[in-house]
């Protein structure tokens, strides 16, 4: 049985209840992506936020990681986030560039607020060439508020039957 590790971002949390999730349900490691620099998580504040996605999406920046994940001991990685401006956020772009994950299962993840996937998992095919990369779970972000257990093991159930 291969080693799982649940990796998220999550600012406002959704991301954040999916990981827990997946975890529970897997018996995998979890660790959490913290930003070097925070962001403020309060709802209130979303277009504050929104601005400041935008801003790092257009000007392409890499958001510094507080902490080191070792992500060498484990063959599969559930890697979760929100999407924001249709994408990730850019401190995903920054974690799939700092760490190399060949010869590894890349699991994708991801909460939103109507833009699905927003072609993330494609992404991380491209930024992860030597690593398998499955097809991920999207889950609308009052959907992962109000209890994701159901829609986390039809996904896992999904992922185990395509690899029999």
Same mark, same amino acid.
């Given at each position: ?14 991301a954040?209840?999916?990981? !827990? +999730? ?7 490691? $979890?660790?959490?992506? #913290?930003?070097?620099?925070? =962001? %403020?998580? &309060? ?11 935008? !801003? +790092? ?7 510094? $990681?507080?902490?080191? #994940?070792?992500?060498?001991? =484990? %063959?599969? &990685? ?16 920054t ?6 994950f ?63």
């Amino acid at each position: 049985m291969s080693k799982e590790l649940v990796v998220y971002f999550s600012v406002y949390g959704t991301a954040k209840i999916l990981a !827990k +999730e997946i975890a529970k349900h897997t018996g995998a490691d $979890i660790e959490e992506i #913290i930003p070097a620099i925070p =962001y %403020d998580g &309060i709802r209130e504040h979303y277009d504050a936020l929104s601005r400041q996605a935008r !801003k +790092e999406c257009d000007s392409n920046q890499r958001p510094a $990681i507080k902490n080191k #994940i070792n992500i060498s001991a =484990y %063959d599969r &990685i559930y890697v979760g986030y929100p999407i924001w401006w249709y994408t990730f956020p850019m401190i995903i772009y920054t974690f799939f560039e700092k760490y190399d994950f060949s010869g590894k299962t890349i699991i994708p993840f991801n909460t939103h607020m109507g833009s699905e996937n927003g072609g993330t998992y494609d992404t991380i095919r491209r930024l992860q060439p030597n690593a398998e990369v499955l097809e991920g779970l999207s889950v609308e972000m009052r959907d992962a508020e109000h209890g994701p257990g159901p829609a986390v093991c039809r996904w896992l159930n999904k992922i185990k039957k395509q690899e029999d």
